[in-house]
């Protein structure tokens, strides 16, 4: 793989495809700069060619074929290492007609480029050492990112600092690892080079460090995907109602009828800076409707899986003791969900009665979703009930599936080294679990890699990144 990446020119749209303002293509490898000479022409009065040009310079001109002027563009130019890849690199800014960009990526590969695969100029960039493998998986995440707060999480990851605190923990273990490699080149002498209490204090420290990131996956995977919020209720509740007044669209079908919605709806919205993702739900009654119950066991499941639920009822139909009922019923599915009840269709009730019949219930929400009042207050509050500590991305937070599961092989075989210094076992058997937790640790980062997990890894990019 090495040797075919360092070997070809790629070439790639950069720009989402479609039709715009601007468009452009980049070319990254040993030959970028003598293919795109061969078609340009520089419309300064300097005779320099781009190869004689210093880098990060930008230059005017046109691109031709043969005769033809196929349009003037400008040429950003980076000279290896100094680019994304560590390669020589050129980025044609042309106009967004998409004949334009096809011409061009035609010109370039006629001229000795090739199509680049997904990712890989973020795969060049990682095996010319200009990013380690977790920093560039972070650059998906941030091109991914659709809120305040994950691209925070992305742009921390990116500049390094998750695989910074992987690279602390490693180097650590490896200078133990060392002294017990030197322990069985004596072990015919019974002599131990590794103090073995710091180990287990290191071991321990580290199991610690691991564990809360291990933990922290559940905040970043919801910063990552969405909080995911289950609006449930009674039917005709209000509850399509609200889910539309939340994300600004006609999502879901409204009718008086009961029993409209037979089916989760999902949409997402940015509130606050965090994304949220409000599940719409069927609502929640004895049915003899087949159909219908369907619906409503969708209902029940999406609670299940939900951070946050959103119990909503009808201002006109439910009192406070009916409410402690079908609180009560909901518990068995709520979980460790966070439960937030909402009184709804105020607009026709005074709120002042209202508020001393359900004055029992903690942090109540009253609201008319059809008339939008008091919609801000809800969102207000769904920001806070999504605690503090997980929109704090000045700590370390684990997004990704491949790292969790490394960092906890790294972890069981850590416990493996511990059972073995409790049990004063041989060098030869804690040699063996600390490689383990090393390599465990070393593929979060790409210290320990293969093709396989590279095209895994690099696969899902987009083309021209």
């Known amino acids: 793989m090495n040797n075919q990446l360092n070997n070809d020119t790629i070439v790639a749209l950069a720009t989402a495809p479609g039709t715009g303002a601007i468009a452009v293509l980049r070319l990254s490898g040993k030959d970028a700069i003598s293919i795109v000479e061969k078609v340009f022409t520089n419309k300064s009065q300097e005779r320099k060619t781009l190869q004689d040009k210093p880098g990060n310079t930008i230059h005017f001109g046109l691109i031709n074929d043969d005769e033809t002027i196929i349009d003037e563009v400008l040429v950003s130019l980076f000279k290896a290492p100094h680019s994304y890849t560590g390669e020589d690199v050129l980025e044609i800014s042309c106009h967004g007609s998409q004949f334009i960009q096809q011409q061009l990526l035609s010109l370039f590969v006629r001229n000795g480029a090739r199509l680049a695969n997904p990712g890989e100029f973020t795969l060049r960039a990682f095996l010319n050492?200009?990013?380690?493998?977790?920093q560039a998986e972070a650059v998906?995440?941030?091109?991914?990112?659709?809120?305040t707060v994950s691209h925070q999480v992305a742009m921390s990851q990116m500049r390094g600092g998750f695989s910074g605190k992987i690279k602390i923990l490693r180097e650590n273990l490896v200078d133990f690892a060392s002294l017990i490699e030197l322990e069985l080149d004596f072990s015919e002498e019974d002599v131990e080079f590794a103090d073995r209490t710091e180990l287990k204090n290191l071991v321990i420290s580290i199991q610690r460090i691991i564990e809360r990131l291990v933990e922290s996956f559940e905040v970043g995977?919801?910063?990552?995907?969405?909080?995911?919020?289950?609006?449930?209720?009674?039917?005709?509740?209000?509850?399509?109602?609200?889910l539309n007044v939340l994300i600004n669209e006609d999502k879901a079908i409204v009718s008086d009828i009961p029993g409209t919605t037979r089916d989760t709806i999902e949409n997402e919205m940015s509130i606050g800076g965090v994304l949220f993702r409000f599940i719409d739900t069927a609502g929640i009654r004895d049915t003899s409707d087949v159909i219908e119950q369907i619906g409503v066991n969708k209902a029940l499941q999406a609670m299940q899986k939900s951070a946050i639920i959103i119990y909503l009822f009808d201002a006109h139909q439910l009192s406070s003791r009916d409410i402690d009922v079908e609180i009560n019923k909901l518990k068995e599915h709520i979980g460790n969900s966070q439960l937030l009840i909402v009184c709804n269709k105020i607009d026709t009730e005074n709120l002042v009665e209202l508020q001393k019949e359900f004055a029992g219930f903690e942090n109540l929400i009253y609201i008319s979703a059809k008339e939008h009042l008091y919609i801000e207050d809800l969102k207000t509050k769904l920001v806070a009930m999504f605690d503090s500590r997980t929109i704090n991305v000045t700590e370390t937070v684990v997004t990704n599936v491949r790292h969790v599961d490394a960092l906890r092989k790294a972890n069981s075989s850590l416990y493996k080294v511990m059972e073995g210094l409790n049990k004063n076992i041989q060098s030869d058997f804690l040699a063996i679990d600390i490689r383990y937790a090393l390599e465990a640790l070393g593929t979060i980062t790409g210290q320990v890699t293969s093709d396989e997990l590279l095209g895994n890894i690099f696969g899902r990019f987009c083309i021209g990144k």
């Open 221 to 242: 995977n919801v910063i990552k995907n969405g909080i995911p919020v289950a609006i449930v209720g009674k039917p005709n509740a209000g509850k399509s109602t609200l």
């Open 129 to 134: 050492g200009k990013f380690d493998l977790s």
């Open 140 to 147: 998906a995440d941030l091109i991914a990112s659709n809120s």
